[in-house]
């Protein structure tokens, strides 16, 4: 089982609705949970960073954290076409070396 | 807060050239900080972790003699290839991290282009 594992193919909203994505992870020990995104061509931007069960907002990005089910999820709210990019879910490492475990990924296209 | 610079952006070079890339933290002191590799569509590849004052640890596969790591100070770690070939081209992104359960912040990445 992989560590960190998104699993929905590209997916498209159109402009003003909610995308909605989703991580699993497999280490239950994991402490700190992230969200990048990534435009093509570019490196990763940290959006979201989530330590505590349930949701936690910030502008129109809201993150979910359950631990006991081992999912973080990340709501895009009103879409705009600038927030076409990858998503990459990342997961700290429980053994203190400060490594992260990253999803492959989630490709967003937000159509106007 | 919490920038990382990456220099050079973007590198041309011939074979058999070495290339140093710089990556500090601007505004924060970084225990470890993180070299990555990226090819084209694909995920983000970990090469290796460093922390001031110590080796670096690299991932299995990647030849510390190849890739050169450098972390001399909590603000700067550079990465050096070295004798770089076509088949090193590609993506190298450094990320600094301000400890245990903090997250990474990347650098805007140095494309590497080795003719």
């Known amino acids: 089982q992989k560590e960190v594992e998104q699993n929905s193919g590209p997916l498209s909203v159109p402009e003003g609705a909610i995308a909605s994505l989703n991580c699993t992870y497999s280490?239950?020990?994991?402490?700190?949970f992230f969200w990048y995104r990534q435009y093509s061509g570019k490196s990763p931007e940290l959006i979201m960073s989530?330590?505590?069960?349930g949701d936690k907002e910030d502008g129109r990005f809201t993150a979910q954290l359950n631990k006991a089910s081992q999912y973080v999820s990340l709501l895009i709210r009103d879409s705009q076409p600038s927030d076409s990019a990858t998503y990459l879910c990342?997961?700290?490492?429980?053994?203190?070396?400060?490594?992260?475990?990253f999803g492959k990924g989630n490709q967003v296209v937000v159509i106007p | 807060g919490a920038v990382v610079s990456q220099h050079p952006s973007r590198v041309i070079c011939k074979s058999g050239t070495s290339v140093k890339i710089e990556c500090r933290s601007l505004?924060?002191?970084?225990?470890?900080m993180f070299w990555y590799r990226q090819f084209p569509k694909q995920s983000l590849m970990l090469m290796a972790t460093?922390?001031?004052?110590?080796?670096?640890?690299?991932e299995q596969g990647v030849e510390k003699d190849k890739f050169l790591i450098n972390h001399a100070s909590l603000t700067l770690s550079t990465l050096t290839v070295t004798s770089a070939h076509p088949e090193d081209s590609s993506f190298y992104i450094c990320?600094?991290?301000?400890?245990?359960?903090?997250?990474?912040?990347f650098g805007d990445g140095t494309r590497l282009s080795i003719l």
């Open positions: 505004d924060f002191q970084a225990t470890t």
């Open positions: 460093s922390n001031e004052g110590s080796k670096a640890t690299y």
């Open positions: 990320s600094a991290s301000a400890g245990r359960n903090q997250p990474q912040h």
């Open positions: 990342a997961v700290g490492s429980p053994g203190g070396n400060n490594r992260l475990a």
């Open positions: 280490d239950r020990v994991s402490q700190s």
């Open positions: 989530i330590y505590s069960n």
